[in-house]
């Protein structure tokens, strides 16, 4: 199986995406998929992306096209005499303006998402921070997948009676179709705590008490799936691995998580692995699973020889194509074009596209060092949050204003600034609080616990709540290898391939190009950047080959110093003297970060108490920046 190495020349060739606008995918040497007896396409941490991403070519397919692609990827499982089995893990909403724009939230997300099919879905906990989208999900999504869906440890509760029942049902068992293995499907949430009061999540190590999960876990299936919004390195998966293991020594466990927005694969023992797809509707993934022996009343020996190989798919039509072996006039189904019209449709009347301003440069998450020119939280910290954050009661007052990383999604890129980018960037209702005149020695101790804090914060307080996703997360061998490491200026990495510029492209294992290929890739026009991936299974799971991008760490929390007394000096230039620091400032700070604040406060000697807090401004994050980038950036690029 040598994968074909395809120039870039032959991209005018290419289709666009069907979104309009979308940019063309951008050809690449490609790995291909390996199938076996059970295979699974997995997405997970959609967060609204269902139009693709209008400013990344790399992943600009959209829902319609990923229809298309399972209709023709059943297609082919059917011919080959395999199973396949579509999977979503969670955390579909928030994110988007698709989601986030209309009124109601997902006016028309959800009907969309409910085109396609799928054969086991769960919860995030994106879902579960307002009451509206409990309730949505319990009224929309899980009667749409009433089979599928599956809630092992999350309730609801009907705000008519108030009833705790199960979001959805615990488990469910099924026979795949062609191959006709009994499957245990289970369906998992991390032990999330800040969920709406109409929903309870169970503790995962609870729910494996209950009387359903001991008899689930001793139906003696042929292959026990445990879907999750569950980071692969966190302890809930592994908690499960083992109670599962331990009753059914040698069943092949298969898990699909979530939550971390990477791509990574993870080996519990020789029949037990687990895969995560990405974030943002830019992955997805694909796990085949070989050498499954169906039990025929007698339990299956230890030697039965168990394979699992996994590829993470980047969302564009060029790999779509490549994989089905399609083109621009046989890949799209009728289904798929109709939804990628009802999506052209909703980001039309959400206005969508409207442009706010022109980006001059693109603004990095983590692919730029913070604090640089490059950075987004840069920006805010310098720009926008000193120009915007203004009471104009109180808009002499010094000011400290305190922003965590995590309220901010994803990049900027070069050229229009969208209605839509607001949410991409920004999707949370948080707005600015405060406390006002608050003793500067006290206030400026703040920022450095909340990005240093340790045991200041118990551990339902912990920091890492604060930070993006990509950081907060436990994420394993590879990316603490990575993390420990610094770029040439000392900069801590987030996580990158640091080593492989060396290495060429990872091209090793199974899959790798042959000599001759190798040989002729050195006249290749370059590579894009994108994922490389290394987990459990290797460093061969990206189906195209990218050159690797660097990803920095930021902080928890940044901070604007704002009106602050100007240095002594007359204007002559000599600044030498420093500022004098002010008696006291207003502390205004994003509500999400109140609890930590206060607890920042007290540490420092401060006697604060949510008592203490008021509103600063009634404007969101979101607003603040769309309002920022309308008044500073030209209109037109
Ligand atoms: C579903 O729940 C949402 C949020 O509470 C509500 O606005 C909507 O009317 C409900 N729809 C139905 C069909 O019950
Ligand atoms: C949840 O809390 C809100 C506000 O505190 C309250 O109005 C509502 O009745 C509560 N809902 C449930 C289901 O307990
Ligand atoms: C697509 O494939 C079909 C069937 O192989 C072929 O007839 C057609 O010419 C191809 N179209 C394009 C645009 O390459
Ligand atoms: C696609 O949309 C058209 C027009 O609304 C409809 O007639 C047709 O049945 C739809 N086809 C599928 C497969 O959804
Ligand atoms: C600059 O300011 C400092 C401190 O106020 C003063 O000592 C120094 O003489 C000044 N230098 C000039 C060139 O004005
Ligand atoms: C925020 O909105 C509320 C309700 O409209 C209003 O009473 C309050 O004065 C506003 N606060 C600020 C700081 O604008």
């Known amino acids: 199986m040598i994968p074909r190495i395809i120039l870039v020349a032959s991209l005018a060739t290419v289709a666009r995406s069907s ?10 040497p490609m790995r291909d998929l390996e199938w076996g007896q059970i295979n699974f396409i ?74 396609q099919t799928i054969d086991a879905l769960c919860t995030g906990n994106h879902e579960l921070y307002q009451e509206t989208s409990v309730a949505r999900e319990h009224n929309t999504t899980v009667p749409k997948f009433k089979h599928s869906y599956i809630a092992s440890n999350l309730d609801y509760i ?42 309870v999540v169970q503790p995962v ?21 445990v879907i999750g919004h569950v980071g692969l390195r966190m302890k809930e998966f592994e908690q499960i691995f083992k109670v599962i293991r331990d009753e059914n020594w040698y069943t092949p466990i298969a898990f699909l998580g979530g939550h971390a927005h990477v791509r990574d694969a993870r080996k519990f023992d020789d029949k037990a692995y687990a895969i995560a797809s990405g974030r943002y509707f830019e992955t997805i993934g694909f796990l085949s699973i070989d050498g499954i022996k169906k039990k025929s009343g007698s339990e299956v020996s230890a030697e039965a020889a168990v394979t699992f ?106 050229g229009a600034f969208t209605k839509d980018s607001t949410y991409l960037i920004s999707p949370f209702i948080s707005r600015f609080n405060y406390i006002p005149d608050v003793p500067y020695a006290v ?73 001759q290929d190798e040989d002729k890739g050195k006249d290749d026009p370059e590579l894009i950047g994108g994922y490389t991936t290394r987990d459990d299974l290797g460093d061969d799971g990206d189906d195209a080959i990218h050159s690797p991008i660097k990803f920095y760490a930021v902080p928890n929390c940044i901070q604007a110093k704002i009106s602050f007394p100007s240095p ?45 807090v008021k509103v600063y401004t009634n404007s969101t994050l979101t607003d603040v920046i769309a309002g920022w980038v309308k008044k500073h950036w030209k209109k037109d690029c």
């Open 158 to 199: 009907e705000p008519e009676t108030g009833n705790q029942i199960p979001q959805a049902q615990r488990y469910i068992k099924f026979t795949t179709k062609n191959l006709g293995y009994n499957v245990v499907a289970l369906g998992f949430l991390f032990n999330f705590d800040r969920n709406a009061n109409n929903s």
């Open 568 to 612: 002594p000096g007359n204007g002559d230039g000599n600044d030498t003297a420093p500022a004098p620091d002010p008696e006291t400032v207003d502390l205004v700070f994003i509500d999400y970060v109140q609890p930590w604040v206060i607890k920042a406060l007290q540490f420092s000697g401060g006697d604060y108490s949510n008592d203490n």
């Open 205 to 225: 190590e609870e729910a494996m008490k209950e009387e359903w999960f001991q008899k689930a876990i001793r139906e003696k299936p042929d292959l026990f799936l």
């Open 309 to 414: 190989k996994r590829r993470y798919i980047d969302n564009n039509l060029f790999g779509l194509h490549y994989h089905t072996g399609l083109n621009e006039s046989t890949f799209p189904t009728e289904h798929g074009r109709n939804v990628s019209r009802l999506i052209a449709e909703g980001r039309k009347a959400l206005n969508l596209d409207d442009s706010f301003g022109c980006a001059s440069q693109d603004l990095w998450m983590s692919r730029a060092p913070y604090p640089s020119d490059s950075s987004i939280f840069s920006w805010l910290e310098t720009q926008v949050l000193p120009d915007s954050i203004v009471n104009e009661e109180r808009k002499d007052v010094p000011r400290l204003a305190i922003v965590n990383t995590g309220a901010i999604r994803f990049d900027i890129f070069k």
């Open 19 to 28: 979104q309009p606008g979308a940019p063309a995918p951008v050809a690449a």
């Open 42 to 115: 997995h997405t997970t941490d959609i967060h609204g992306w269902l139009g693709g991403h209008l400013q990344e070519p790399q992943y600009s397919a959209d829902w319609g096209d990923y229809i298309s692609f399972t209709s023709h990827m059943r297609k082919k499982a059917d011919e080959k005499g395999v199973d396949l089995l579509v999977i979503d893990t969670g955390d579909r909403i928030e994110g988007n303006g698709l989601y986030d724009a209309s009124n109601p939230k997902g006016k028309y997300s959800y009907d969309i998402f409910g085109e």
């Open 443 to 515: 206030a400026s101790k703040v920022l450095e616990l909340l990005n240093n804090g340790g045991p200041v914060f118990s551990s339902a307080l912990d920091t890492q709540y604060l930070t993006i996703p990509e950081q907060a997360v436990p994420r394993g061998p590879f990316f603490e290898a990575a993390s420990a490491e610094t770029d040439n200026e000392g900069r801590r990495l987030l996580f990158a391939d640091v080593d492989s510029p060396q290495k060429p492209l990872s091209l090793s294992g199974a899959n790798s190009l042959s000599k």
